[in-house]
């Protein structure tokens, strides 16, 4: 297997070819779990990249569709109901009892069963939504193809990500998080825990069943103070919002808009 990882990784034809093919079985993935961590295998994206390098732009098409581009997408994934014109890119996966509303999820990509990817939601390259997750309509997942260590966004098992929000840069949302209607979340991103009597910042990563709203936070610069976007963790999931179907009761627990 190393040597394997390793003829991947430097670029040759037939591993890169056989890496794309594990990444759309569910085989291979680019980030797995590991303990409370993630493990990153840079290897599998290196190999990505050099997909993209060696491979030409060609027409190709997808029904009435035509395109012009380096990743075809895939015909069919056995299993998945994927609504037109959702599109999964040659070399994600995703896994059967899935739904893909009107959607892209890119290379690289690993979409857990159970999931909803609603309407023009995107999960960009690499990222890993696990399952049972709800990414709402327009929620942008960013991808991270280089450099090939970085940790790509990482949406954790029971997730629910609000309309319109942008997980990007590597964040991770942990298990059963609630993200309410446009929660913004960069690796710089401001997350601040005010469920206590003092103010708790965190960074990259939203911990397991917390509820989030979008807010904005004071900064002075030289020409005055301004506004600036934060995450709020204003509570924690209770037990009567574990029920996918009420989810949306989490945030109207708390008075927020889904």
């Not at 997808?62 to 075809?72: I, N, Q, R």
Request: hydrophobic share 45%; charged share 20%.
């Amino acid at each position: 297997m190393e040597d394997f990882e390793q003829r991947a990784a430097a670029g040759d034809p037939a591993a890169v070819a056989a890496v794309l093919d594990g990444l759309e079985a569910g085989t291979l993935r680019v980030a797995e779990p590991h303990g409370a961590e993630w493990r990153v295998n840079a290897w599998i994206k290196e190999a990505i990249l050099h997909y993209f390098r060696m491979t030409p732009s060609e027409p190709m098409e997808a029904g009435c569709l035509g395109f012009f581009d380096k990743v075809p997408p895939r015909r069919a994934v056995p299993g998945v109901r994927i609504v037109p014109p959702a599109v999964v890119r040659r070399g994600a996966y995703v896994e059967p009892g899935a739904i893909l509303m009107p959607s892209f999820v890119n290379i690289g990509a690993w979409v857990g069963a159970g999931t909803m990817v609603d309407t023009w939601a995107t999960v960009g390259s690499c990222a890993q939504i696990g399952r049972n997750v709800h990414l709402s309509g327009g929620v942008g997942i960013g991808g991270v193809l280089e450099p090939p260590s970085a940790r790509p966004v990482i949406i954790e098992d029971g997730a629910f990500v609000g309309s319109r929000c942008i997980v990007v840069e590597g964040v991770v949302v942990e298990k059963e998080a609630v993200l309410g209607a446009g929660v913004v979340l960069t690796a710089s991103t401001a997350i601040l825990d005010v469920t206590g009597p003092e103010e708790r910042r965190l960074q990259g990563r939203i911990p397991a069943r917390s509820v989030v709203v979008p807010g904005m936070r004071p900064r002075a610069f030289p020409a005055g103070e301004y506004l600036l976007p934060c995450a709020l963790i204003i509570g924690r999931r209770q037990e009567s919002t574990d029920k996918k179907t009420s989810l949306n009761q989490a945030l109207r627990d708390f008075g927020v808009s889904v």
